[in-house]
């Protein structure tokens, strides 16, 4: 029984090495950026999608106030970005919020940081497992009365691969970051290139003109609130590089930093574009719930065309 044990460990996680084998890994920027980009980029599946969600149950009063709601994101987004830049220049050493917290006020305040950061990684990892299993019920409608078991397996697979060490799990992260970054970049730009040549481009799921409710100012700025803390999402993962700041090449403080600059400008370049292309082609109408937002731009900017739109939406399953 300890044999077939060993064997199956050796077959899921590989072979043990030494604990300190892994300090004495360095990675280049080329390799580093799109492997540790994973976690921002990620959010480019769900942050935009929450701000139309919330400002949906409003009709068009709300609805258009989507731009400025998603540019509020941005500049929060853009405040984490530089606060963590100085992070990794002021600590090279690595450690993270805990370290940072505990140096200037105390153990008490980094062991509340260190639980934040917790409960922070939990619900990560809870959101971007339900946002990958929609990308595949997307794909395969036929597999909706089966989602919370392809959660499961999900997290069981990210969790096998993460034991399997950097190298391999940061192969296959590097490469699904490199093709999610791809397949979004190309839908966006594409979608506004067309619009800018005056072609008319409407989701599918984009809500008919109908007479709708008044509401008054409090209830609209109560309403863009919500989407703003929904569309905040976007700033996770940022944090990653404070903790990794060990793998990069001397200067390692002012390589991390270099990358969370590239990291940062393209997740905020690509949450921008994702969130104006959704407002400009009136993307998240009622009847598109539980189909994701970035499969609706898909469809308007190319049409169900299964060449774009499969690849989009692996790729979003996966990172």
């Excluded at 774009?308 to 990172?319: E, F, Q, Y």
């Amino acid at each position: 029984m300890t044999r077939s044990w060993a064997v199956l460990k050796r077959l899921l996680v590989g072979e043990p090495f030494a604990s300190g084998r892994g300090s004495s890994l360095v990675l280049s920027k080329r390799y580093a950026i799109p492997l540790l980009a994973v976690n921002p980029i990620s959010s480019i599946a769900y942050a935009p999608e929450q701000v139309f969600l919330v400002l949906g149950v409003a009709g068009t009063a709300a609805y258009a106030l989507s731009p400025w709601t998603g540019l509020a994101v941005a500049a929060v987004m853009v405040a984490v970005i530089a606060s963590y830049r100085y992070t990794v220049q002021a600590y090279p050493g690595g450690g993270g919020d805990y370290r940072v917290v505990t140096a200037n006020f105390g153990p008490g305040a980094g062991r509340l940081a260190a639980a934040a950061l917790v409960l922070d990684y939990i619900l990560t990892v809870a959101v971007s497992t339900a946002a990958a299993v929609a990308a595949l019920d997307a794909l395969m409608p036929g597999l909706h009365p089966w989602r919370e078991w392809l959660a499961a397996a999900a997290i069981a697979l990210l969790a096998a691969f993460n034991l399997r060490g950097l190298r391999v799990s940061g192969r296959v992260a590097a490469a699904v970051t490199v093709a999610f970054v791809a397949g979004v970049a190309a839908i966006v730009l594409t979608g506004l290139a067309r619009l800018a040549a005056g072609e008319d481009l409407t989701a599918s799921a984009a809500p008919a003109p109908a007479d709708e409710a008044e509401w008054t100012s409090a209830a609209l700025f109560l309403l863009c609130a919500r989407a703003f803390a929904a569309g905040s999402v976007a700033v996770t993962g940022v944090e990653t590089f404070t903790t990794r700041v060990r793998f990069f090449r001397p200067p390692r403080g002012r390589n991390a930093a270099a990358a969370i600059t590239t990291v940062g400008a393209a997740t905020v370049a690509l949450f921008i574009g994702t969130v104006v292309l959704a407002f400009l082609v009136r993307a998240q109408g009622p009847e598109a719930r539980g189909y994701p937002l970035l499969a609706q731009l898909s469809d308007a900017v190319f049409g169900a065309s299964p060449a774009v739109l499969w690849p989009v939406m692996l790729a979003t399953a996966g990172v």
